[in-house]
Antibody, heavy 121, light 106 residues
Framework: EVQLVESGGGLVQPGRSLKLSCAASGFTFSNYYMAWVRQAPKKGLEWVAT????????YYPDSVKGRFTISRDNAKSSLYLQMNSLKSEDTATYYC??????????????WGQGTLVTVSS | DTVLTQSPALAVSPGERVSISCRASEGVNSYMHWYQQKPGQQPKLLIYKASNLASGVPARFSGSGSGTDFTLTIDPVEADDTATYFCQQSWNDALTFGSGTKLEIK
């Protein structure tokens, strides 16, 4: 059974940093592209970042480019999201999600339960 | 970025057929996918690449379309289908979602 378990969320002040983690199990982690998706309270879904199987390629929307960094540790079956210069509009539940095995399979086949990040003074 | 437009809400009775639409601001080939999100839960993949049923999803769900116009159909609708349905495109580097269609079962 595919499992994705996020951690690291919490309350953080504007301008500060936070690092999210996602522990994956039930599949061969190194074979899959991985991603983060967020959802602001009572709002829709927003893609945040994608990383290739080896970690050599990363993709971001303009809203987080230069502030957020996605990374992975295939030996630990873990995905990370380093978030810097946080803004109030980054307040959301952050989901870890699994893509397919190539860049053309970038739908979100599995999702974690999410971790809430609140940016407020 | 590719903007995906969905109608905000629909209400249907159990046993009926419902079609949820998603229109893309530019062509996305067949790279449109559909998700179901129930209150308090994470989204769940229903359909990938326009018409492919995800693993474990009931055959009551189906998808169609290509280019800019796509449809998710539920037939017949059941009470448990109460949820918000999102479309998502992956044709372009910037992945985008529709704003969601909230489905109410009368």
């Amino acid at each position: 059974e595919v499992q994705l378990v996020e951690s690291g969320g919490g309350l953080v002040q504007p301008g500060r940093s936070l690092k999210l983690s996602c522990a994956a199990s039930g599949f061969t982690f190194s074979n899959y592209y991985m991603a983060w998706v967020r959802q602001a309270p009572k709002k829709g879904l927003e893609w945040v970042a994608t990383i290739s199987t080896s970690g050599s390629r990363t993709y971001y929307p303009d809203s987080v480019k230069g502030r957020f960094t996605i990374s992975r540790d295939n030996a630990k079956s873990s995905l990370y999201l380093q978030m810097n210069s946080l803004k109030s509009e980054d307040t959301a539940t952050y989901y870890c999600a699994r893509h397919g095995t190539t860049v053309v399979t970038r739908w979100f086949a599995y999702w974690g339960q999410g971790t809430l990040v609140t940016v407020s003074s | 970025d590719t903007v995906l437009t969905q109608s905000p809400a629909l209400a249907v009775s159990p046993g009926e057929r419902v079609s949820i639409s998603c229109r893309a601001s530019e062509g996305v080939n067949s790279y449109m996918h559909w998700y179901q999100q129930k209150p308090g839960q994470q989204p769940k993949l229903l359909i990938y690449k326009a018409s492919n049923l995800a693993s474990g999803v009931p055959a009551r769900f189906s998808g169609s379309g290509s280019g800019t116009d796509f449809t998710l159909t539920i037939d017949p609708v059941e009470a448990d289908d109460t949820a918000t349905y999102f479309c998502q495109q992956s044709w372009n580097d910037a992945l985008t979602f529709g704003s969601g269609t909230k489905l109410e079962i009368k």
